[in-house]
């Protein structure tokens, strides 16, 4: 069965950097574009990034544009989101999903568990 | 960037009563790529509903989604209990990606 799993989350100070990962198994996972989207305490979701099965095109959202990186390693069936320049507003549950398929425009179809995002001094 | 707005922001209902969700976007979006999806508290979301009325895998026929062009509608024909969750619509027909403010549907 497909699974995802977030890690890597935690409490970071503003102006610093986190890396989360997301390791994935039960399905082939170069065949699939996947995303992060992430939910502030009590909000809704918002979208963040984007990257295409073979990490060829990646996309953003304006938000997080210049200050995160999306990168993917197939031969490790890992997805990876690197986040630097941290704001409070950066606050948030991450989510890693696959995409229905392998390129940007695709609805999510399994979503990973979460990883908490604490952006505080 | 395409702004989803989602109503009503709460609907109160009984279980057995239909459920109708509204998913109006700022411009035009492809039936292609629009979702919904539900998602209880403490749980990640799961998708419902692709390309705006196609059933995602495993998921009941009590939950259809319909529409087109800016205006798309999610419909639980008969409410369960296990059914009283938030609902979001995404459009990923333009970058970003963006998703609606979400409907919250409660118990009566």
């Known amino acids: 069965q497909v699974q995802l799993v977030e890690s890597g989350g935690g409490v970071v100070q503003p102006g610093r950097s986190l890396r989360l990962s997301c390791a994935a198994s039960?399905?082939?996972?170069?065949?699939?574009?996947m995303d992060w989207v992430r939910q502030a305490p009590g909000k809704g979701l918002e979208w963040v990034a984007v990257?295409?099965?073979?990490?060829?095109?990646?996309y953003y959202a304006d938000s997080v544009k210049g200050r995160f990186t999306i990168s993917r390693d197939n031969s490790k069936n890992t997805l990876y989101l690197q986040m630097n320049s941290l704001r409070a507003e950066d606050t948030a549950v991450y989510y890693c999903?696959?995409?229905?398929?392998?390129?940007?425009?695709?609805?999510?179809?399994?979503w990973g568990q979460g990883t908490l995002v604490t952006v505080s001094s | 960037e395409i702004v989803l707005t989602q109503s009503p922001g709460t609907l109160s209902l009984s279980p057995g009563e239909r459920a109708t969700l509204s998913c109006r976007a700022s411009?035009?979006?492809?039936?292609?790529?629009l979702a919904w999806y539900q998602q209880k508290p403490g749980q990640a979301p799961r998708l419902l509903i692709h390309?705006?009325?196609s059933r995602a895998t495993g998921i009941s026929d009590r939950f259809s989604g319909s529409g087109s062009g800016t205006d798309f509608t999610l419909t639980i024909s008969r409410l369960e209990p296990e059914d009283f969750a938030v609902y979001y619509c995404?459009?990923?027909?333009?970058?970003?990606?963006?998703f609606g403010q979400g409907t919250k549907v409660e118990i009566k």
């Open positions: 999903a696959k995409g229905r398929g392998g390129g940007s425009y695709n609805a999510l179809d399994y």
């Open positions: 990257i295409l099965y073979d990490g060829s095109n990646k």
């Open positions: 039960g399905f082939t996972f170069s065949k699939y574009g």
């Open positions: 411009q035009s979006v492809s039936s292609s790529y």
């Open positions: 995404q459009q990923f027909s333009t970058s970003p990606g963006t």
């Open positions: 390309g705006a009325s």
